[in-house]
């Protein structure tokens, strides 16, 4: 199983909701990754998690709020987004967190911040 | 920091002919530089990658070049097929950075 998970693969919300994205790897990695783009944009780093223990956040709004309650699962939990936070949120994973490895993408969750 | 520039920003080839898109990086320490293709509405997919102590790799219809001293790597994509219309960004990895570094990307469209 080569696959990375995410759900859903399409939400709008409001910007006083409160919604969140979940993402699962069953490939035995111990990095975790969530990144956003942008239409006609690269992806853009936001977190990294490493054996479970967040290793990187790229100064991301506290608004976004990362988990990772075990080896397979990421969750991003959101609250209070803006309609700039509108995006593609991927999530990815790798057997290392080197970033000289392949990094495996779930489809992404599409977000619609109204 | 790093930096990774990409051309062209689109490229567009008949089927069968070639398709090479340009990756320029500016620190000279990079050692790993992957190239990963993005279909409509999926997360983007490693198709190959190089490490700085090779000069070039292939596989299949697809191979990549790594000039160090110049320092840029290239993908080439041999006999395009429909299929390999896609967007095509490049990275590359600073050792003991903490994220890979993307170039803009590249819109290739393969027309038959």
């Known amino acids: 199983d080569t696959e990375v998970t995410q759900t859903p693969k399409h939400l709008v919300m409001g910007m006083t909701n409160k919604k969140s994205l979940k993402c699962e790897q069953h490939?035995?990695?111990?990095?975790m990754y969530w990144y956003k783009q942008k239409a006609k944009k690269p992806p853009e780093l936001m977190f990294v998690?490493?054996?479970?223990?967040?290793?990187i956040n790229e100064s991301v709004p506290s608004r976004f709020s990362p988990e990772c309650p075990n080896s397979s699962l990421l969750n991003l939990h959101l609250h209070a987004l803006q309609p700039e936070d509108s995006a593609l949120y991927l999530c990815?994973?790798?057997?290392?967190?080197?970033?000289?490895?392949?990094?495996?993408f779930g489809e992404g969750s599409r977000l619609t911040v109204l | 920091g790093e930096n990774v520039e990409q051309h062209p920003s689109t490229l567009s080839v008949q089927e069968g002919d070639s398709a090479v898109i340009k990756c320029t990086y500016s620190?000279?320490?990079?050692?790993?530089f992957p190239w990963y293709k993005q279909e409509l509405g999926k997360g983007p997919q490693l198709i190959i990658d190089?490490?700085?102590?090779?000069g070039e790799k292939k596989d299949q219809r697809i191979a990549v070049t790594l000039n160090k001293t110049a320092k840029h790597f290239s993908l080439h994509i041999t006999e395009t097929q429909p299929e390999d219309s896609a967007v095509y960004f490049c990275?590359?990895?600073?050792?003991?950075?903490?994220?890979?570094?993307f170039g803009a990307g590249t819109i290739l469209r393969v027309k038959s």
């Open positions: 990815a994973s790798s057997q290392g967190h080197s970033f000289t490895g392949e990094l495996f």
């Open positions: 490939m035995g990695h111990r990095a």
């Open positions: 998690y490493s054996y479970e223990k967040l290793s």
């Open positions: 620190d000279s320490a990079s050692n790993y």
């Open positions: 190089i490490r700085s102590n090779v």
């Open positions: 990275a590359a990895s600073p050792p003991k950075g903490n994220k890979l570094v």
